[in-house]
């Protein structure tokens, strides 16, 4: 494409800092890749004095096939890499770590679990807790923040340091470092050591940055070691996409920028090629809502009409339906593969997935997400109903037998469960006698009811719903997701005849998500794609289901800066849409009415 006044602006631009304001679909990619090459062919820079840094791998090859692509297929010796990759290069060549140094996942899981287990008790620890902790540790190292100062709402007071103790214990003693551990080393290093630091600079004279408004506070600070005194820096973002505030990531780094580099020039990318005016309007009346943000004025290149559909649906139920039979109305004259519905999280894909499985629409998922069928309340009900059909193994009874509290002992219970076995035992006293013949008498009436009903009768009748409720309170989390979760399982069940019916529904959504976790580029299937996992991706047509209050914004989502995340959350997924962008809000589940998004009101729609 013929280059704008603005991206040549950015192109050409000599010595010094530059910051690129890159809005969605405003041909970023194209101005770093033309940029490298104009640095080389008219600048007289040698390519291996360049350093482009980009937040995944799959974005630096990208960068780097485009890039070579515009030099005839040459390998120009440019290193492209991720902040990790290049800080671990580092750190490499000093400390000598090796590829196998780095921590993974599992280990991360195992060490904090055995934490978890020493400073609060093994009793107390649930899976719940890992993914909370692993967020907030990576928190308090891209912030730089002193551990011994952070609170943990979901731990007693003083616990978290004590975890977050071990855990680095753990680490030094396996001679283990994390990602967010590569960019203090190398902060702490380049700081310590000045010839070091000097030989660095001279093999990275010049430093060009993707996505910079997802940077952090640590990664910024081994950025600017790096590139003083030259500060031959060139950073391109859009601050009103940063949207990973979870990870550290801090726009107000972007937005002071020029006040860091006086002598820094800025540049605005205003043309939308990717998405029609009306939904680039949208977008901005939207964003226009923030406060804290570089005020843009961008204009698309595309016309269209009709472009932002709003739906108001009576149920979860009925909003899927709808949206399926959108799909397939569009399937007349499209692909599939044009289509893609974003969701705010994982388990919000859960329902719409089933939904489409059971309607033998193809459909792949970005990111692995987890089942609703895993779900440790929807393993519950299995285990319960499992057991109601005969399938007496103890792992289920172990399961759900004090979900509520029956008073039931482990060493109650048999390899080959039988309560009337139970009821049998020595001093088991009348209370618990009671509870036992009661949860017999529960499991037979599940046996002779189609799941919908049984499931019912679990949350209602055997007080599985005020177990949940007790012990989300006890563990300072939000009861109503989970009341929300059960009400999907449930909707799970309608129409199944049988408990295994249902069962055979189940394990095909199993294997369609199998089948969909490593899809091909080419597979004519719906994308479903949380929010943030669609950052950077763009189709035809994107639907936003559930764009109700709770969950856009989100519940836990108060304060201004909170907020104002959110409403940048959902501009990105506004911005994926090329042609067509259908948003879709419930009026109410069983318990309750539904509050369409604030969101809506902001981008003009009426509700």
């Excluded at 009793?123 to 890992?130: L, V, W």
């Excluded at 506070?217 to 950073?235: C, D, G, H, S």
């Excluded at 309560?419 to 529960?442: A, E, F, N, V, W």
Aim: glycine share 4%; aromatic share 10%; with cysteine.
């Amino acid at each position: 494409m013929a280059a704008s006044k603005e991206q040549l602006q950015a192109i050409h631009h000599g010595d010094g800092p530059m910051m690129v304001l890159a809005g969605p679909g405003s041909g970023k990619t194209f101005v770093i890749t033309h940029r490298i090459q104009y640095l080389i062919e008219h600048h007289g820079v040698p390519p291996e004095q360049i350093l482009v840094i980009t937040f995944t791998r799959a974005a630096a090859l990208e960068m780097q096939e485009r890039f070579e692509r515009l030099m005839g297929g040459a390998n120009q010796n440019v290193t492209f890499g991720t902040f990790h990759a290049i800080y671990f290069q580092i750190l490499k060549r000093s400390y000598h770590y090796e590829q196998s140094d780095i921590i993974t996942e599992k280990e991360k899981r195992e060490y904090l679990k055995e934490a978890l287990e020493r400073n609060l008790g093994k009793e107390e620890c649930g899976d719940s807790y890992i993914p909370l902790l692993l967020n907030d540790i990576s928190k308090i190292k891209n912030e730089g923040l002193p551990s011994d100062s952070f609170q943990a709402a979901y731990l007693p007071d003083g616990c978290f340091q004590k975890i977050f103790d071990d855990y680095q214990k753990r680490m030094r003693t396996e001679r283990k470092i994390d990602f967010d551990d590569m960019v203090l080393l190398c902060r702490r290093l380049l700081q310590s050591q000045p010839e070091l630091l000097s030989m660095w600079r001279d093999i990275y004279r010049y430093i060009l940055i993707d996505e910079f408004q997802d940077i952090n506070r640590m990664q910024y600070e081994v950025v600017k070691l790096l590139t003083a005194p030259r500060n031959n820096l060139f950073v391109v973002g859009d601050d009103d996409q940063s949207i990973y505030g979870f990870r550290g990531s801090d726009p107000s780094i972007m937005l002071g920028f020029s006040r860091e580099y006086p002598d820094c020039k800025t540049v605005l990318l205003k043309e939308n090629y990717r998405c029609t005016d009306h939904i680039v309007k949208s977008a901005i009346k939207l964003i226009n809502h923030n406060k804290n943000r570089f005020l843009k004025k961008l204009r698309a290149k595309k016309e269209g009409e009709q472009d932002v559909i709003l739906t108001g649906s009576d149920s979860k139920e009925a909003e899927a339906e709808e949206i399926i039979t959108l799909i397939k109305s569009y399937r007349q004259y499209g692909v599939y593969k044009d289509i893609a519905i974003l969701f705010r999280t994982n388990l919000n894909a859960s329902f719409l997935a089933q939904k489409l499985a059971q309607e033998q629409i193809p459909f792949w998922q970005k990111e692995r997400t987890k089942s609703l069928f895993e779900e440790p309340m929807a393993l519950d009900i299995l285990a319960m109903l499992h057991f109601a059909h005969g399938e007496t193994k103890r792992e289920y009874f172990l399961r759900f037998m004090n979900k509520p509290v029956r008073y039931i002992r482990r060493d109650m219970v048999a390899e080959q469960v039988s309560i009337d076995r139970m009821l049998g035992l020595p001093d088991l006293g009348k209370s618990r006698t009671m509870l036992l013949k009661r949860l017999q008498y529960d499991l037979l009436q599940m046996r002779r009811m189609e799941p919908y009903a049984a499931i019912n009768y679990i949350r209602k009748g055997m007080g599985y719903d005020q177990w949940v409720v007790q012990n989300a309170k006890e563990k300072r989390r939000n009861y109503m997701e989970d009341l929300e979760l059960l009400d999907q399982l449930q909707d799970s069940a309608k129409r199944m005849e049988s408990f295994s019916t249902w069962l055979d529904m189940i394990d095909a959504y199993r294997q369609n998500l199998e089948r969909t976790e490593a899809p091909s580029e080419d597979a004519d299937a719906v994308s479903l794609i949380t929010m943030h996992g669609s950052k950077g991706l763009e189709y035809k047509i994107v639907i936003l289901p559930d764009v109700n209050e709770g969950n856009v914004p989100q519940k836990k989502a108060v304060a201004p800066k909170e907020l104002e995340e959110e409403r940048r959350v959902f501009y990105v997924a506004m911005t994926r849409a090329k042609e067509k962008l259908f948003l879709f809000y419930v009026r109410k589940t069983k318990e309750n009415r539904l509050m369409p998004s604030r969101f809506l009101k902001e981008i003009g729609m009426r509700v």
